[in-house]
């Protein structure tokens, strides 16, 4: 089935004709039209003017096309998540509320609360209980914009626990009625497990865990949170390079409470991106320029742990390209909504709309290596479209706290439809 969306008030497609990450300048270029048409089946097949739109059509000979009609709309990318930890069961609404009285996120993980406790319930779950707690969730991103995500295993710790958690994204990823596009990340270095020493687990994911998920072929991505108390600049360099040699792509949690050497590890072994980055020190911006890193900032978890922000304003002035995402999880950003991440970037890390946007669609995907299907509507490319009840994109930052998407398209599919 061929779709028109015509009459678009406004058209954001987010092109990239430069190609790369969008960085500095480019990270504010959005490219809109006004009264814009977009062409489409299960990929883009136009997104411009009308005239050549039309045009296209009659070349074409395309027949039989469904119109709707969307003045008064905005239409853009489907939104790429590319920090999520999806899969979790249980609750830490106590821990929540301890943090709120006063106790700080690392006094809470010291008393064995905090990643911990949310490991004792995955180990307690089933697979196929994960895959209903996790699917419903899935649910929530659709209903908020987000048509490609990223999720990560991190709270087995062990060999049994940690495939179970890829495995419920391996499904996931090819069942979801929604059809989204699931990225899994091996994050076995989330934390050290109760009972353990370190560098026995290290050794375990490197030996073990490491070569075992390369086999089962379970992730593209392979993940380290580098941080005091959990896993130093060493460790850190060996599990991202035993994970890329067994064919998996580096990206790393640095800099979310202190600065350890995350920066160095990540440029030294190439790494897709470095999320987090609520302290980032101007001598670890140095380093990141003229890399391809992504900088993936996460303000959900600065403002759900109430603390600082990354400096989102020094990144894209010294050149470096910043994703946002949610780091959806259940201690420090308990959230699926990419829309409520947007509106933090704006107030708290003064990144502009078009900036937000591109960070939100094109440089998300490029943090997932999706830049090829997803990020942008532009000819060719995967049909993952959102459009909006207000007729320009700033209103997506400016009316915050509802949702006013009505339609997601992924892949062709009317996922969303509340028109
Ligand atoms: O990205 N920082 C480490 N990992 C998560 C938090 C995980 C948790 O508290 O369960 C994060 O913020
Ligand atoms: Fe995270």
Do not use: W
């Amino acid at each position: 089935m061929t779709h028109l969306f015509k009459n678009i008030s406004n058209l954001v497609t987010c092109a990239n004709p430069e190609g790369g990450p969008k960085r500095g300048k480019t990270q504010g270029d959005i490219y809109t039209v006004e009264n814009g048409f977009l062409l489409f089946d299960k990929n883009i097949l136009y997104a411009g003017k009308e005239s050549d739109c039309r045009k296209f059509i009659k070349e074409r000979g395309i027949k039989g096309i469904r119109e709707t009609d969307c003045a008064g709309k905005t239409a853009m990318p489907g939104f790429v998540d590319s920090h999520t930890h999806l899969v979790f069961a249980g609750s830490r609404s106590d821990e929540y509320e301890m943090r709120i009285s006063g106790c700080s996120y690392e006094e809470i993980a010291a008393a064995g609360g905090g990643i911990k406790s949310t490991v004792n319930s995955v180990r307690k779950h089933s697979k196929n209980s994960l895959y209903k707690i996790s699917e419903k969730r899935l649910a929530n991103f659709i209903k908020h914009g987000t048509t490609t995500l990223e999720a990560k295993s991190g709270y087995g710790l062990d060999v049994r626990n940690e495939i179970k958690m890829l495995e419920v994204i391996r499904e996931l990823n090819a069942k979801n009625k929604f059809g989204a596009d699931i990225l899994p990340t091996f994050l076995g270095a989330h934390a050290v497990p109760k009972g353990m020493k370190k560098s026995d687990y290290v050794d375990l994911i490197c030996y073990e865990m490491i070569p075992m998920i390369a086999r089962k072929n379970l992730a593209v991505f392979i993940d380290v949170f580098c941080e005091k108390g959990y896993f130093d600049a060493a460790e850190t360099r060996r599990i991202l390079g035993t994970g890329k040699k067994f064919g998996m792509i580096p990206k790393l949690h640095s800099e979310q409470f202190n600065t350890i050497g995350g920066i160095d590890a990540a440029v030294e072994l190439n790494a897709i991106s470095v999320d987090h980055l609520e302290v980032l020190k101007k001598k670890e911006i140095g380093k990141l320029r003229k890399t391809n890193i992504i900088a993936a900032l996460l303000p959900g978890a600065s403002y759900f742990l109430d603390m600082v922000y990354p400096p989102a304003r020094e990144i894209i002035a010294n050149g470096i390209p910043a994703a946002l995402a949610t780091d959806f999880n259940p201690g420090s950003s308990m959230t699926e909504n990419l829309q409520t991440i947007m509106s933090l970037a704006s107030v708290k890390m003064k990144m502009s709309a078009e900036e937000i946007i591109n960070a939100a669609t094109i440089n998300g995907a490029y943090a997932l290596y999706r830049q090829n299907l997803c990020g942008s509507l532009e000819k060719g490319k995967q049909s993952d479209i959102l459009l909006f009840d207000f007729p320009s994109y700033k209103d997506l930052i400016y009316h915050f706290g509802v949702n006013l998407l009505q339609v997601a398209v992924k892949k062709g599919k009317f996922i969303v439809n509340e028109l």
